[in-house]
């Protein structure tokens, strides 16, 4: 399995980025993917995850309403759509995967099987 997140970048408050990840290798459809960002001196903390079962979506408090994680199940790749950026966004964001799981919840706060190399998102004016 492998993992390619990319569309991190400079951008002011206010404003907006599309991540993107690709996915390749998984051979059924019991896993979660998901956003995970970690910022200076902070612990990575799971952003936002969603079931490749049945589609079924988790985010953390903080960021429902600004980020909106989706598939293409066509292109195998996960996005997130993050709007109305702020400061405190600013971080090193990461796709991963997780084996046997269907409950995005869960499935993001279980130990990830799979990551991808992490993608720059900063915020500032």
């Known amino acids: 399995v492998q993992l390619q997140a990319s569309g991190g970048g400079l951008v002011q408050p206010g404003g907006s980025l599309r991540l993107s990840c690709a996915a390749s290798?998984?051979?059924?459809?019991?896993?979660?993917m998901g956003w995970f960002r970690e910022a200076p001196g902070k612990e990575r903390e799971g952003v936002s995850c969603?079931?490749?079962?049945?589609?079924?979506?988790y985010y953390v408090g903080y960021v429902k309403g600004r980020f909106t994680i989706s598939t293409d199940n066509a292109k195998n790749t996960m996005y997130l759509q993050m709007n109305d950026l702020k400061p405190g966004d600013t971080a090193t964001y990461y796709c991963?995967?997780?084996?046997?799981?269907?409950?995005?919840?869960?499935?993001?706060?279980?130990?990830?099987?799979?990551w991808g190399k992490g993608t720059q998102v900063t915020v500032s004016s």
């Open positions: 991963a995967a997780v084996s046997g799981h269907t409950n995005p919840k869960i499935g993001c706060g279980a130990d990830m099987d799979y």
């Open positions: 290798g998984f051979t059924s459809r019991d896993y979660v």
């Open positions: 969603i079931s490749r079962l049945d589609g079924s979506i």
